[in-house]
């Protein structure tokens, strides 16, 4: 499975911005996604989760009622509302199979894409 993540960018405090994580690969409506993010000087962090079915979800406690993850045939997306500046991070989305939704850790995930930078300003 090949990833490719987009739709990063600038923008202000309250506002939205929708992230894609494209997939290339027979099965990828076989794998489990999710979505991490690395601010400036801090290990990476879970932010979301979604099952193979796209049936359940999961979300970091910071971004719950604010980002929500979905996906369809080929592409998961991260819907994000409400930024806030702590938001700010290189965002990356990633898939496993091993399991139908994948866990809350990076090696709970095999294939990563490469990030996308989001940037909230007050």
Known sequence: VQLQ???????QVGGS????CAASGRTFSSYGMGW???APG????FVAAISW????????????GRFTISRDKNTAYLQMNSLKP????VYYCAADGRTALPGTRSYDYRYWGQG?????SS
């Open 17 to 20: 911005l929708r992230l894609s």
């Open 36 to 38: 991490f993010r690395q």
């Open 116 to 120: 996308t930078q989001v940037t909230v």
């Open 53 to 64: 079915t796209g049936g359940t979800t999961n979300y970091a406690d910071s971004v719950k």
């Open 86 to 89: 702590e938001d700010t991070a």
């Open 5 to 11: 993540a987009s739709g990063g960018g600038s923008v």
């Open 42 to 45: 801090k290990e990476r962090e």
